[in-house]
């Protein structure tokens, strides 16, 4: 299901599992699919520990809601959120979900929002188990949003933080499967391709804003643009040239066979 910039979002944020200083770089990402009409931050907000959600509450006009946790060791921010999102899903006020949050606990709630149409953007550190990565229509890391004005302080990465995903791999096979004859690509198809693959696909991990810019940067990668109005970038993947064998020549040949005679 494809989003515009009028339909309706709802940004839901475990704010027990997200630290407040990406509060406006999710709210502007998550205003880049849709309009994010329904803003909620869960958590224990009687504990010290989301006092630095507290002001950002107000500036960016997101609603606390308050989840004693009841039992040690029991997530029930995660409850809470997951109820209110079959809530909206059933009410039927939004047209998409940003799900924020790094909890692999979140997965089936992903896959159960997409079952109903609804495009689900997920938005956690890359740290995030693959599997609620991968359940979600697109997973947007916060390494690469996080606005620029942030103090750097977040933890060292986890030693169990799963590796970049190999670049090469990733565009070679999006072009190779979406490829006309010719061997060229359309851009958007590539993209498209590759999000559908790996959500959590994002230009920015590699050092480029945009995906054309990603493609020009790699040397197997050929680009050039349409000569028309449309402006279509296409691309294909340049083959490495195969070394062969040079075969004398026949006069080589006969050279050759006559100086074997001749030492006969």
């Known amino acids: 299901m494809d989003l515009n910039e009028t339909a309706p979002l709802a940004v839901l944020i475990d704010a027990d599992n997200t630290s407040a200083k990406y509060a406006g770089a999710v709210l502007d990402e998550a205003a880049k699919y849709g309009r994010p ?34 039992t040690s060791g029991k997530n029930a921010t995660d409850f809470s959120l997951v109820i209110d999102a079959m809530d909206l899903l059933y009410a039927g006020h939004v047209d998409g979900f940003v799900l924020v949050s790094s909890d692999s606990d979140f997965t089936r709630l992903a896959t159960r929002l997409q079952e109903s149409g609804r495009p689900v953007f997920g938005i956690g550190r890359r740290a995030t188990p693959a599997a609620f990565q991968q359940a979600c229509t697109q997973f947007i890391h916060l390494e690469n949003i996080q606005d620029s004005l942030a103090e750097p302080t977040d933890p060292p990465a986890a030693d169990d933080e799963p590796p970049v ?51 020009r940067a790699q040397p197997y990668v050929e680009v050039r643009s349409a000569d028309d109005p449309t402006g279509v970038i296409w691309v294909r993947t340049i083959q490495p040239a195969t070394k062969g064998t040079t075969k004398p020549s026949g006069s080589r040949r006969s050279a050759t066979k006559k100086a074997t005679a001749q030492s006969g």
């Open 165 to 215: 995903p190999d670049l090469r791999r990733l565009l070679t096979t999006a072009i190779d499967n979406t490829a006309s004859d010719n061997g060229w690509s359309g851009l958007g198809a590539v993209g498209q391709y590759v999000a559908r693959s790996n959500a959590a696909f994002d230009p920015r991990t590699y050092g480029h804003k945009r995906l054309s810019d990603l493609v």
């Open 37 to 70: 009409t329904v803003r909620r931050a869960y958590g224990d907000w009687s504990s010290q520990r989301l006092q630095g959600w507290r002001d950002e509450l107000n500036r960016r006009a997101i609603q606390p809601i308050q989840q004693f946790a009841y």
